[in-house]
């Protein structure tokens, strides 16, 4: 069974105090990793979708990477409007399935 | 309207109500998928649909009736739920083969 654990479930910050969010999986045959961003009360928002170990893709002041058992969000300079709550999702290649299995999520608070 | 919306985004209902949540996406997508968000709790997924057709069904409770009219449009039919029902309900869409899926703004329920 797909497992996806984050890590750690809250994480405060100074601004522009740099810091990473961890994201480990348990998949049979990873078909893609994502990263969404959520706001209190809205619906997550797409940040990155990494396929192979190696890959990595940036945004802004965050940067994603991903290795065959976990990936890393890695926030830069952070500022208060960087706080949200972090989501990570591993997609498997079983049966063709389009299902997300989703982490708990980390929240980051970013102190002006 | 663009993306994903949903309606309506509050909802309170007591448990011998019958009510509808409608999903609606803007993006040409064919695939559409209702989510259960719970504190605490990862997402859940409910239900998939692809070119209209129901694919997946995570066991999902029969008080739950989806219904997806066409490619653009999804709904959620409650009936006589239960107070452990009340979370955020999320739909999203993607376009197979592609995986990256997008989420509405959700409909907060609250069962009475």
């Known amino acids: 069974e797909d497992q996806v654990t984050q890590s750690p479930e809250a994480l405060r910050l100074q601004e522009g105090e740099s810091s990473s969010l961890n994201c480990s999986y348990t998949v049979s045959g990873l078909r893609g990793l994502f990263w969404y961003r959520q706001d209190p009360g809205k619906g997550p928002e797409f940040l990155f979708t990494l396929y192979s170990a190696g890959e990595e893709k940036e945004k802004e002041r965050l940067k994603a990477t991903l290795t065959k058992k976990e990936s890393f969000l890695h926030i830069t300079a952070p500022k208060p409007e960087d706080s949200a709550t972090y989501l990570c999702a591993v997609q498997d290649f079983r049966g063709g399935s389009e299902k997300l299995v989703f982490g708990k999520g980390t929240k980051l608070t970013v102190n002006p | 309207e663009t993306g994903v919306t949903q309606t309506p985004r509050h909802l309170v209902m007591g448990m011998t109500n019958k009510k509808s949540l409608k999903c609606e996406q803007h993006?040409?997508?064919?695939?559409m998928y209702w989510y259960k968000q719970s504190a605490k709790k990862p997402l859940e997924l409910m239900f998939v649909y692809n070119f209209k057709e129901q694919t997946e069904n995570n066991s999902v409770p029969s008080r739950f009736s989806p219904e997806c009219p066409n490619s653009s449009h999804l709904f959620l039919h409650l009936h006589t739920l239960q107070p452990e029902d009340s979370a955020l309900y999320l739909c999203?869409?993607?376009?197979?083969?592609?995986?990256?899926?997008?989420f509405g703004p959700g409909t907060r329920l609250t069962v009475l």
């Open positions: 993006l040409g997508h064919n695939a």
């Open positions: 999203a869409s993607s376009q197979p083969p592609t995986d990256t899926q997008y």
